[in-house]
Structure formats: structure tokens, C-alpha cells
């Protein structure tokens, strides 16, 4: 069975600065990942997906991810926060078993606070 | 914007009434999905369907019963909830079940609904 663990229920750092959420899958197919951001009162953005090309993966708002398949990781960066980050993360994995039913995994959600 | 939309946005109700959350996706997409997002919980895959066919119901009680009545529709009606089931309705539409193509999932803003 495939699941999503994200590390971190709740991350805070200053505009200006690196942003690291980190999460780890666990999948016995090669996996689909995505991250998702949740806005206040919003719904759900995707932010980049990972679909076995390349493991750095490039997404919207200057956010990228790695996947690193000896850590079973694909934790999501940023070099620089922005006010306009804070919100809720979802580290997501594609379930791809043999029913097929295209079910996507969500992790508990992280959520990155970002001070001025 | 994503392409999905949701009705209404909020929505109260007693625990006696009848109503129906609706979804609509313009993006040619043939399958769609009812999640549910409730407060400290991961989300909650409800139903999947894929050209206009119920492809899975995770156990859901039957005061929820969806509807598919064309690919670019999905409504999900509510009969006699419970306070409990007060929470964040999401949509979603993806091109394929993600299951057999990599795509990912588009979702609506949602529905806040909450059963007095």
C-alpha cells in the first residue's frame, strides 16, 4: 500500500528566508508525487508533480521539489519566503495499484507560517 | 482559477433537510472526485468517477449519494446528516483515473457546509 507522511505539522520562518517541508512516501510502484497548496477558505493548488522524468522538479511561485528515491523523500524547497506562502501544504503520492481507481494519497498537510 | 467549480460555496443545514452540492468542470476531463476535508484529518477520497461511471465509494454512508449525470458534472446530495459530517466538500477533475495516466487532480474551491 502507498502512503504519504509529512514530516512537519507546522513550519514557521521569516519572509526572506529558505523554506524546507519535508515528506516521505512509501510505494511499491514507481510512484507519482505532487504538492498541493491549500489557501485559506480556498481549494487545492498544484504547486509541481513529480512523474519519473526528472527528480528535480521545477513548480509554480519559485517552488521546487527532489525526488530522491534511496530516502524515499520529495521534500519541497524555496530559497526565498514570501508573505504570500503562508498557507497549507499537502505532500500527495498517486496510488497506481491494480484497481486503478486513480486514488491520490494526501498527506496530514503542513502548515508554513511566514513571519515579516 | 481551476476549471472546477463549485455550488454554492457555504452552505447550513438541519440535520432533517435535503440538499445538493454541485460540481462542474469544463476541461474535457472524464474523471471526477468528492473529497472531504475535515478539520486535523487528511483528505478523505468519498467517491471516484470516471465517464460518468462510480468506479469506487470508499464506504461512505448512504446519507451521501452522488451523481454523475454527464462528464462534466457531479453533484452530491445530502440527506438527514449529522453535526459530524460538517466539513470542506472538494471537487476534483483529472483527464484520466491517475492510476493508469500520471495526470493530476484540478479542484474546486469547495463546499464549507455545516449540519446545526
Known amino acids: 500500500a502507498q502512503s504519504v507522511t509529512q514530516l512537519d505539522s507546522h513550519v514557521s520562518v521569516s519572509e526572506g528566508t529558505p523554506v524546507l517541508l519535508r515528506c516521505n512516501y512509501s510505494s511499491s510502484y514507481s510512484p507519482s508525487l505532487f504538492w498541493y497548496v491549500q489557501h485559506p477558505n480556498k481549494g487545492l493548488q498544484l504547486l509541481l508533480k513529480?512523474?519519473?522524468?526528472?527528480?528535480l522538479v521545477k513548480g509554480i511561485n519559485g517552488f521546487e521539489a527532489e525526488f530522491k528515491k534511496s530516502e524515499t523523500s520529495f521534500h519541497l524547497t524555496k530559497p526565498s519566503a514570501h508573505m504570500s506562502d503562508a498557507a497549507e501544504y499537502f505532500c500527495?503520492?498517486?496510488?497506481?495499484?491494480?484497481?486503478?481507481?486513480?486514488?491520490?494519497?494526501f498527506g496530514q498537510g503542513t502548515t508554513l507560517q511566514v513571519k515579516p | 482559477e481551476t476549471g472546477v467549480t463549485q455550488t454554492p460555496r457555504h452552505l447550513v443545514m438541519g440535520m432533517t433537510n435535503k440538499k445538493s452540492l454541485k460540481c462542474e468542470q469544463h476541461?474535457?476531463?472524464?474523471?471526477m472526485y468528492w473529497y472531504k476535508q475535515s478539520a486535523k484529518k487528511p483528505l478523505e477520497l468519498m467517491f471516484v468517477?470516471?465517464?460518468?461511471?462510480?468506479?469506487e465509494n470508499n464506504s461512505v454512508p448512504s446519507r451521501f449519494s452522488p451523481e454523475c449525470p454527464n462528464s462534466s458534472h457531479l453533484f452530491l446530495h445530502l440527506h438527514t446528516l449529522q453535526p459530524e459530517d460538517s466539513a470542506l466538500y472538494l471537487c476534483?477533475?483529472?483527464?484520466?483515473?491517475?492510476?493508469?495516466?500520471?495526470?493530476?487532480?484540478?479542484f474546486g474551491q469547495g463546499t464549507r457546509l455545516t449540519v446545526v
Open positions: 468517477y470516471s465517464l460518468e461511471e462510480r468506479v
Open positions: 500527495v503520492v498517486s496510488d497506481i495499484s491494480s484497481s486503478n481507481t486513480g486514488k491520490l494519497i
Open positions: 476541461l474535457g476531463h472524464n474523471a
Open positions: 513529480y512523474t519519473s522524468a526528472a527528480t
Open positions: 476534483a477533475s483529472s483527464q484520466d483515473l491517475g492510476g493508469r495516466v500520471n495526470t493530476e487532480a484540478f
